[in-house]
């Protein structure tokens, strides 16, 4: 499994962007994938994560109502689309495979991790 996540940039608070986390190597369709960001001088902290039928999330209650996990296991792609973007929500933001099917917002269960891709919003 090989992860790389796109669609960072910089935006207006209100604003919208939707990132994508694609998997360059084998399929993941049977994994959890999550979404992680990490602030400036902060730690990482769990954002969102579907299981591998796309069935199930969960969200961070920071996110929940704004932000939507989504995936197309035929493109091997999982998106997050942002709404409602607020500067708090800049940061660097990473895609991981968990190692078991079922969403989870434990850090300690992605084996895979990709590069991130920095969202930064404006006040």
Known sequence: VQLQA???GLVQAGDFLRLSCANSRRT?????VGWFRQAPGKEREFVA???WRGDSTLYS???KGRFTISRDNAKST???QMNSLQPDDT???S???ARSSLATTSRSSY???GQGTLVTVSS
């Open 6 to 8: 796109s669609g960072g």
């Open 28 to 32: 993941f369709s049977n994994n959890a």
């Open 49 to 51: 994560s579907i299981n």
């Open 61 to 63: 209650d920071s996110v």
């Open 78 to 80: 999982v998106y997050l």
């Open 91 to 93: 940061a660097a933001y």
């Open 95 to 97: 895609c991981a495979a």
């Open 111 to 113: 084996a895979y991790w």
